[in-house]
T-cell receptor
Framework: KNQVEQSPQSLIILEGKNCTLQ??????????LRWYKQDTGRGPVSLTI?????NTKSNGRYTATLDADTKQSSLHITASQLSDSASYIC??????????FGAGTRLTVKP | GAGVSQSPRYKVAKRGQDVALRCDPI?????LFWYQQALGQGPEFLTY????????KSGLPSDRFFAERPEGSVSTLKIQRTQQEDSAVYLC??????????????FGNGTRLTVT
């Protein structure tokens, strides 16, 4: 069983709408959690990083939340744009160089 | 500034051929990782280098897979006697890390390997 579970597996929304992607993890001990955006045919790019003590962090239209007690994180995208179409991958770090990847949520934004 | 560069971008190999995939990390980055990504899946860890030392190769699926980083910069992932199940995108990532747990991974755009 993957230690980092993401939902939904895929999502289609209309341009301008908001959406929320979920990440649940069982990894322990916890160092930090990152959300990456991966455009088709490209490598993942870091959007946000959250450490144990942080609950919310924003990066433009992206807002990530973390509940370290329930081991859940979410990525909220506001006022979606066509360019938001991508896979969003949740990555939980156990230590300096031990990272566990989720399978990603494939987001499609339609005009 | 230059990011992580991978070559070739695409590689088609006949089953049984050997292939070599190259990764040029960001200059000065201590840590280098190789991942395998199947279609519709997240990256799966293959191996990790800190400078020239291969500290973790637990993700390499078989002894047909070999990685090196002899001078602590450029890395090569070699796959011998390729099989169809080796078809995937191979991603390389580098980071400053080496004791900085919040350093992000900087990924290349990957090499898409197709074994026919």
């Amino acid at each position: 069983k993957n230690q980092v579970e993401q939902s939904p597996q895929s999502l289609i929304i209309l341009e301008g709408k908001n959406c929320t992607l979920q990440c649940n993890y069982t990894v322990s001990p916890f160092s930090n959690l990152r959300w990456y955006k991966q455009d088709t045919g490209r490598g993942p790019v870091s959007l946000t990083i959250m450490t144990f003590s942080e609950n919310t962090k924003s990066n433009g239209r992206y807002t990530a939340t973390l509940d370290a007690d329930t081991k859940q994180s979410s990525l909220h995208i506001t006022a979606s744009q066509l360019s938001d179409s991508a896979s969003y991958i949740c990555v939980v770090s156990v230590g300096n160089n031990d990272m566990r990847f989720g399978a990603g949520t494939r987001l499609t934004v339609k005009p | 500034g230059a990011g992580v560069s991978q070559s070739p971008r695409y590689k088609v190999a006949k089953r049984g051929q050997d292939v070599a995939l190259r990764c040029d990390p960001i200059s000065g980055h201590v840590s280098l990782f190789w991942y395998q990504q199947a279609l519709g899946q997240g990256p799966e860890f293959l191996t990790y280098f800190q400078n020239e030392a291969q500290l973790d190769k637990s993700g390499l699926p078989s002894d047909r897979f070999f990685a090196e980083r002899p001078e602590g910069s450029v890395s090569t992932l070699k796959i011998q006697r390729t099989q169809q199940e080796d078809s995937a995108v191979y991603l390389c990532a580098s980071s400053l890390a080496g004791g900085r747990p919040n350093s992000p991974l900087h990924f290349g755009n990957g090499t898409r390997l197709t074994v026919t």
